[in-house]
């Protein structure tokens, strides 16, 4: 006697019931499932791209939004500081480096971002195709812009005004792609990377390049006319450099933002809305439990007649037991291999809308260990789901139920 046979045979006979207990099951796996995925990529990125970055120094306004903007390049700046200024908080010995960024405009959406090499060196990018920038409106990109994009080496490209695609363009002035970045994983890859001065230049209406090294933000451009940039990147020597934002904040005009500090509090506050998801699908799975045990134990009182002849032809009541144990099994698998399927088909549809919007891949598939242990909470419903029914498969009087029916 074949129990899966039989098992299988048992919910086809009832779809409609099966189906529901497997679709609150599927439901219940499909949620966990996605928020874990989510969650494990979510933060994977923040701190991949927060490593080595011990403070942003920036102008007054949201910690968090300065944190977003210079690190994330998934919100608005909060304006400009002084490079003079800036440099001059930065030569303290603490201080092992800082990093400029310029912001403000945008190409097809992708960031237009005035830096140096030291950007490129923290993110581990070298140059796959061409060279680094050397002057003014040359420009090096990361592999995704190159991707949807379409630039390549030679290229040329009007930015336009702000973070929006469709702002007004500096068609008087173009950049031209010299290199295409490898490609590292980091916010580097969805970025246009430039000299300072390629940003100060097309922001005074500049017509011709400048020639001018740009290995230090204080080399380039023209210096009769004070230079601003939107933030700094500092790395500090020793944890005694955290001291240093409490008096930046307290004496300065600027603001110094804690990252690890500022994405910790992002993520305590997100995780109050996951923890709410997360207890929702949980609730959802012990209802698929709970309708597995319903379906069962009705099931078990139709089919007595059937049971009880099985086992007056020689068929044991462990056989019948665990026939009824597998019924639970298959509908608990079948609710997490959908799940597992339907938590990929919204991680994909996520990473599009994300992609269009911030250029961040989330589309990672593999399994987490986390599912696993999900596979083993719901073989444990549908397995107790299902043995509270069958154990009445050993309270079956064989003869009286034969009698009955």
Not at 97 to 119: C, E, H, Q, W
Not at 202 to 208: D, N, R
Not at 313 to 337: H, K, Y
Request: glycine share 8%; aromatic share 8%; proline share 4%.
């Amino acid at each position: 006697m074949n129990l899966f046979q039989i098992s299988w045979s048992n919910l086809r006979d009832k779809p409609l019931t099966s189906f529901l207990s497997g679709l609150l099951m599927t439901f219940g796996i499909t949620i966990i499932s996605l928020l874990l995925l989510l969650n494990k990529q979510l933060d994977d990125q923040f701190r991949k791209n927060i490593k080595g970055i011990d403070m942003v120094l920036g102008a007054k306004g949201s910690p968090l939004q300065l944190i977003l903007s210079s690190i994330y390049q998934i919100d608005s700046p909060t304006g400009n500081i002084p490079l003079d200024e800036a440099e001059r908080l930065t030569r303290n010995p603490m201080i092992k480096t800082a990093i400029p960024l310029s912001m403000g405009d945008n190409y097809r959406s992708f960031r237009i971002v005035g830096t140096n090499k030291k950007y490129l060196d923290h993110f581990g990018a070298t140059i796959a195709q061409g060279k680094l920038f050397q002057q003014n409106l040359e420009t090096v990109i990361g592999p995704r812009v190159a991707a949807v994009t379409g630039l390549k080496i030679g290229d040329t490209f009007a930015g336009s005004h702000g973070l929006d695609k469709d702002g007004e363009a500096h068609a008087n002035s173009l950049y031209k792609v010299v290199g295409i970045l490898t490609s590292t994983n980091t916010v580097a890859d969805q970025l246009i990377l430039t000299p300072l001065s390629s940003v100060w230049a097309i922001h005074e209406q500049a017509h011709e390049a400048m020639p001018a090294a740009v290995d230090e933000p204080t080399e380039a451009g023209n210096e009769e006319a004070p230079r601003e940039i939107t933030s700094m990147l500092i790395k500090f020597r020793n944890p005694m450099g955290m001291m240093l934002a409490r008096g930046i904040n307290s004496n300065s005009k600027l603001q110094a933002a804690l990252p690890n500090i500022e994405i910790n509090r992002l993520f305590s506050l997100l995780g109050v809305g996951v923890e709410t998801l997360r207890g929702l699908a949980i609730v959802i799975m012990l209802i698929s439990g709970i309708s597995v045990f319903v379906s069962l134990y009705n099931s078990l009182k139709e089919r007595r007649y059937e049971m009880a002849l099985m086992l007056s032809m020689g068929a044991t009541r462990v056989q019948l037991f665990g026939m009824l144990l597998l019924e639970g099994l298959v509908l608990a698998l079948i609710g997490f291999g959908l799940g597992i399927l339907f938590s990929r088909v919204g991680l994909w549809l996520f990473s599009g809308s994300v992609s269009e919007d911030y250029h961040y891949n989330l589309a990672a598939f593999g399994i987490l260990p986390e599912e696993w242990a999900l596979l083993g909470v719901a073989l444990l419903i549908g397995l107790l789901a299902a043995a509270l029914p069958a154990l009445g498969v050993y309270r079956m009087n064989i003869s009286q139920t034969l009698a009955e029916d």
